[in-house]
């Protein structure tokens, strides 16, 4: 274990970017998730034929294509991230950072529909029919009636989607992000012959994020079940 203990402090960053990229996307696919399930329980046609395809088309897409786009094909037609570039201490938040955060945003978000979409259905459709009858608008029923008691039931889902992509932030390490999939890689390449331990303590640090994740999603769910 001599070689991992060696590299604590370059493993430590990479696990810390792999919390930072997981945590960022994380509340940004809960943001865009909520909107687009909105969009696709809406009475809008217009907004539900638009949030039905995109969630069809990105869900089915493989992860690693839309990493793709956003790294070379985006900036082919004038989409670019080259205007992030932020430093804070040793941490550098650059245009992969972002292409990272954005395809995980895009993709994760459409599993956070479904499983939002599976709470909304659990909803009694009286207590939605009763809060239209008092006059409240639909942006009223669901972020008053609807969306609060779709949280609840949708949790465990929900953090399976967020836990699945914590695991995908594996596959920026292709696409320039120095996380932790990549820091093992380097570490690997340089000290082949400790790749056992290193692979070891790198599994150990994914399964501690994974259980945390766990945890956390446990405790809500326990805590609104008895609420």
Known sequence: MDTVIDYLPEIGKAFTYTALLFIISAVLSLILGTILVAMRVGPVKVLRVTGTLYVNL???????????????????????????????????????FTAAVVSLTLYTSTFVCESLRS????????????????????????????LPQAFRASVPPTASALIAMLKNTSVAAVFGVIEATSQMKSMTNDNA???????????????????????????????????
């Open 58 to 96: 990105v869900r089915n897409t493989p992860l690693a294509m839309i990493f793709f786009f956003f790294q070379f094909a985006a900036p082919r037609i004038g989409i670019t991230f080259n205007w992030v570039d932020v430093h804070i201490g040793q941490f550098d938040f650059t245009s992969f």
């Open 119 to 146: 709470g909304i259905n659990s909803v009694s459709l009286g207590q939605a029919e009763a809060a239209r009858a008092i006059g409240l608008p639909f942006g009223g029923v669901m972020s008053q009636i609807v």
């Open 193 to 227: 012959d400790a790749r056992l331990e290193i692979f070891i303590a790198f599994s150990i640090g994914y399964i501690v994020l994974v259980e945390v994740v766990s945890l956390i999603a446990g405790s809500m769910e326990r805590r609104w079940r008895i609420a």
